[in-house]
């Protein structure tokens, strides 16, 4: 007697065995008493007794106990009987009521878990994929590029590409890594000084503010009492000056006047004496020291005084009107301190990342005395004299000068050269090298506040009429930074502080204390290397930007008490793993700090629905629905153009906005998943509504538009999947079927069999036949038959739509039939019959499949077979709340894989 059958009637020898464990007989009795029969009435002729019909047995198990832990069997078992592919074709088949009782014990007693001992699943540690690190490194130090768009392609598994047990490092990727830590270092600490503004505000730049001014040929004119304004944007806050180029003509006694306002506030009026030529001038050029803060400000001219004498004999003073050509704003005049970047402010807060700068061009200095002109980012002094810059000192104390300089040479002595400031020389030097190379020259001084007159003179041109020999000096640069008392900014003691905060920040969790002696002697090793305490924290951050840490979400901490083998995961892992699963980025302040203070599950709800509505969560349109509907193979789908002209004008792009917006509706708007197969509106812009012969729709802005009494309806009629679902040149209903049974049902097919020929590509062209007829014949194959029973009623109820999404009823001038029956038995006439199908009696399948992904998605692994209490779970849930997307979501949250993690009983840390 063969071994399975024995034991199925020989059961006694191994009750005693394992009476200890119930689990290991649950179902048994069940078994004998009905499993038994319907797997030996179908199923034994070909897998048992020595037949091993597709290379899968029943009869290898010693005992019941073994039997029914072979997980892996009965899944495969469960997969064929529920697609109703097994029996084949031919063969005695099973009836819906065999069929349930089959599978419903197969739930109940092989995938049954305790309920008092749920098992949260493995913990896989997993690497950032590129979107998350792109997503980390911009949120976390403000480094708005994309440097992972250089990394190799991510792997996929399970569907996705955040699966931990894919995401490995390659010795390019570490390359990458290396390469990358480095230039994000450098962005994240980049300090700047404020440049000097020198900035033009020309007529045509003006809006009218008040009354009404008009623009001619270059010249703002003001007719009748108006005020026109301006925008400015200065690099800093400090003095200003503002010269206002300006002319007027004449009438009546007294002078045209104008005010000067900034952000509305009166600054003061003028006089205009400059009478108007033409638009070259001459004009009257009015300077006035203003304080502007750094940003944005407005400016604005007011003509005050508007007269007319019509009448008057002199036809040069009949009307008086001013003309605006422009405003020069020059400055700040000040010193102003460096600017480091969002992140570094981030991180010394208040504390001055260095000393407060000025930095000079030599096309920054006015004439002085002597001949001066501009060339290319210097000023060139061809004869003694010096050129000048005005510089307001806020605070007296000593500053530190340095002056890049540069000559022609000539004569028997180098070009030389003064820095004068307040009244006195503070600097006399002399420029040895030739051919203008740059020399710098250093120099301190003690300083008054107030504003001063920084002076660069040449002391001794020189010229050689007889050799044309010319002694000329080239002044590039000056640097003023002080006052030198108040220290340099950060200091070696601020480092270990700062590396912790700096730490803290890219490990997205307080750091330990083996990590924070770490990274502190890391930076106390750069200080020892000769390194500035700001280089020192850039090395630290680079470093840290290649630790696994920062690289990988690690395994949480088990915190609170251990029950059962599993605990609660720390908050700052709980924080990761939303902030991960609803923005693919780090967590914000808002989570953080909610962890910190062990409140973040008391809040979860809130939480939950707040990063919903954070603009962030767009990521689960990105990357969530965009690899499990496959959206994201909308930007390279390739429709062939010679057979689908229409296709054209970036419809694909439309395509795919349409089905993003569709799920951020029911996202956001809290709808029913059920929506996702019967939904009867979608969101179209005119030219995607007019490809799809829907009216009405005008603009080329998005719009929901309701789908009442057309055959569309639901994600399965949107252009995008109907084209994802399509050979270039045809509809598939292999792949239409496929999509349909694997990405929303969850019950994929199994694989087809080896050997079997595609259809003849050249023959369905210059076929008669449609493509269902066509078909026929390949469903002939016994070896394909099973398989298709199941596929092709829901691949050919898409027939309707061609390879491009456009509702047809003929195909080759034939009737298209899209009818169709399900393997339980339910009919359909076309895929409008389906999509209710799909809503009603299919709806559970579709609820887990989403559970499913969503879980997966949200774990970053595969789901194994201890996960499917939680899914039964999540299920259920949602189903009780009306099929509600954000409940679902909610569910996946609070589910024991995403909440807890196996661990030792007694105290978790």
Known sequence: MPPLRYFLFFWLPCLAATAADPQATRGQAAFDQKIKPILEKYCFDCHSDGVDKGNFVFDEHTDFAALRA???????????????????????????????????????????????????????TRRLNRTEYNNTVRNLLYVYTNPANDFPPDDTGYGFDNIGDVLSVSPMLMEKYLRTSREVAEAAMNISTPEHADIELGAKKFWNQKGETKEWEGVRWFHSNAEAATKITVPASGTYALTIHVAATESGNESAKIALRINGKDISTYDIRTRWKDDKGPWQKITQSVQLNGGDSKISVAFL?????????????????????????????GLLAPRGSKFLQWLVGSKPIGLPTMELSGEHFLKGEGDSAIDTGTIVLPSSGYVKHAIDIQEAGKYRFTLKAGAQQAGDEPAKTEMRIAGKTIGAFSVTAKNQAPQFFHVEADLPAGKHELQVHFLNDFYDEKTKQDRNFWLHEVNVEGPLE??????????????????????????????????????????????????????????????????????????????????DIDEFSLANRLSYFFWAAPPDTRLLELAAKNELRKNLGTEIKRMIEDERSSSLKENFAGQWLQLRDMNIVSPDPRRFPEWRGGIASLMKRE?????????????????????????????LAKYYDLKGVKGDKFQKVSLQGTPRGGILTQGSILTLTSTQTRTSPVKRGKYLLENILGTPPPPAPGGVPPLDESKVRKSNLTL???????????????????????????????????????????????????????????????????????????????????LTYALGRGLGYSDKPAIQEIVRR?????????????????????????????EAE
């Open 486 to 567: 108040k220290g340099s900014g950060i200091q070696n003691g601020d480092l270990p502080a700062l590396v912790e905060k700096m730490g803290s920040r890219l490990f997205r969790r307080p750091m330990k204390d083996e990590e924070k002696s770490k990274w502190i002697a890391f930076s106390a090793l750069a200080i020892k290397e000769g390194e500035s305490p700001l280089s020192a924290l850039r090395y630290t951050l680079e470093g840290m930007l290649v630790s696994p840490t920062f690289l990988f979400r690690g395994t949480p901490t088990p915190t609170g008490t251990a029950s059962n083998g599993i605990s």
């Open 659 to 687: 089905s993003e917006m569709f799920f951020d509706h029911i996202l956001h708007e809290n709808k029913s998943i059920i929506e996702f197969l019967n939904a009867d509106y979608t969101f179209v812009d005119a030219k």
């Open 878 to 906: 949602t189903k009780s709340n009306g099929y509600k997307f954000q409940d679902m979501i909610q569910a996946v949250c609070e589910s024991v894989p995403f909440q807890k993690l196996r661990a030792s009983s007694g």
């Open 772 to 854: 269902r007829e066509q078909f026929a014949e390949h469903r002939s194959n016994s070896s394909c038959a099973g398989c298709h029973a199941f596929l092709d009623p829901m691949g050919f109820a898409f027939e309707n739509f061609d390879a491009i999404g456009r509702y047809r009823e003929k195909e080759k001038n034939h009737p298209i039939d899209a009818s169709g029956q399900l393997v339980r038995g339910q009919q359909f006439k076309d895929l409008t019959e389906l999509r209710a199908l799909l809503a009603t009696d299919l709806a559970d399948d579709f609820t887990r499949n989403l559970a499913e992904n969503l």
């Open 305 to 333: 005084n508007d007269h007319a004498d019509p009448m008057n004999p002199d036809p040069n003073k009949r009307d008086r009107n001013v003309a605006l050509d422009k405003i020069e704003v020059q400055g700040p005049y």
């Open 70 to 124: 072979d997980f892996v069997m009965w899944d495969h078992v469960r997969q064929q009987i529920a697609t109703h592919v097994m029996p084949p074709e031919k063969k005695e088949k099973p009836s819906l009521q065999e069929r349930d009782d089959l599978l419903a014990w197969i739930d109940d007693s092989v995938f049954w878990f305790d309920p008092t001992k749920p098992d949260p699943g493995h913990v896989t």
